[in-house]
């Protein structure tokens, strides 16, 4: 690890010496971030983001129930991490782009434990945050707390954080004007962050009415849209007489869902004998619902007399 921190600063030094004429050069901005300080993301927030390729948490406004936390591990990166004073942690209020601080972190919440430099827990809950938004705090939200969650803040609650030096200087947020160039397994910057806003709405047993069907083929492109109605046919069980807009039946079983990762729907095996005597069978993976939209996207592999036919998502979404 030493290794790593001491190249980032031969690599500070070099990219400086380069770029002095023209400041304009430096998009890592190494003149503002002092000595390469800069607060990396560990633990399980860096494994969602890095590896998994998802948010650190959600907010859910149609079913938040006020005990939301944003949780990430961070670790000081320096040469000399007692340099570190404290950290502010701001909430970014839109849409005026407006920099809220939250808390401030003081250095001796940093301890060393599980990584070579000293890091910290850190924990914001949604009260704290919504209060710092000017958004209600009485849950469940009411609707026009859930609407300006869903329209105004739809790409997630940005949070940002400033390093305070021992020398009375800073390393912004805002100089990470780069942060893509930091996102390596050792470098993933927790400067910058998104408490992640997605709509949900709880399970309703009301799928059986007609749909617009398109079909999404790895084989034959584009097809749709046409008409599939889908009827009751047991508990959260529904069926339609006309997948593929060839009149054949399929059935499906919705997931009475806890949250958005398991709307899931599953597909009931089927076949048919056509007049020509090719029969043809058809199933495939879960897929998946929202019942906010009002949509179900299924992944289906058709095969013909044993052999694969085509693989489609069948996308339907409420006339």
């Not at 399929?250 to 089927?270: D, E, N, R, Y």
Request: charged share 15%.
């Amino acid at each position: 690890m030493k290794k790593i921190i001491n190249s980032l600063f031969l690599t500070s030094l070099l990219v400086i010496g380069f770029s002095c004429a023209d400041p304009a050069l430096d998009p890592l901005q190494f003149e503002k971030i002092s000595n390469g300080t800069i607060l990396a993301l560990r633990g399980a927030a860096q494994n969602k983001v890095y590896v998994q390729g998802k948010p650190i948490a959600e907010i859910f406004p149609r079913i938040a129930t006020g005990t939301e936390k944003f949780s990430y591990e961070t670790e000081i990166l320096a040469v000399d991490p007692s340099t570190v004073a404290s950290v502010d942690i701001y909430v970014i209020k839109k849409p005026s782009r407006e920099r809220v601080l939250l808390k401030n972190i003081p250095a001796s919440a940093f301890a060393k434990g599980a990584y070579p430099r000293p890091s910290a827990l850190i924990e914001l809950t949604i009260v704290e945050v919504f209060t710092k938004l000017g958004l209600s705090t009485t849950f469940p939200l009411n609707a026009a707390t859930v609407n300006t969650l869903l329209t105004t803040y739809k790409f997630g609650v940005g949070i940002e954080s400033d390093i305070n030096l021992t020398d009375g200087s800073k390393v912004l947020a805002s100089d990470i004007v780069a942060a893509g160039l930091f996102q390596s397994n050792q470098f993933y910057p927790s400067m910058v962050l998104t408490w992640a806003v997605t709509d949900y709405c709880t399970y309703i047993a009301n799928w059986g009415v007609a749909y617009n069907a398109t079909e999404l083929s790895e084989i034959s492109g584009a097809y749709g849209p046409y008409t599939a109605a889908f009827v009751a046919d047991g508990v959260n069980t529904y069926t339609t007489d006309n997948f593929y807009d060839s009149g054949w039946p399929m059935t499906i079983t919705f997931t009475p869902s806890t949250s958005v990762a398991t709307q899931v729907v599953k597909i009931k095996a089927g076949s048919v004998t056509t007049g020509s005597g090719n029969v043809y069978t058809y199933g495939g993976t879960e897929g998946t619902y929202n019942q906010c939209l009002g949509g179900i996207a299924l992944n289906v592999v058709v095969k013909r007399n044993g052999a694969d036919y085509d693989v489609l998502v069948w996308k339907l979404v409420k006339k």
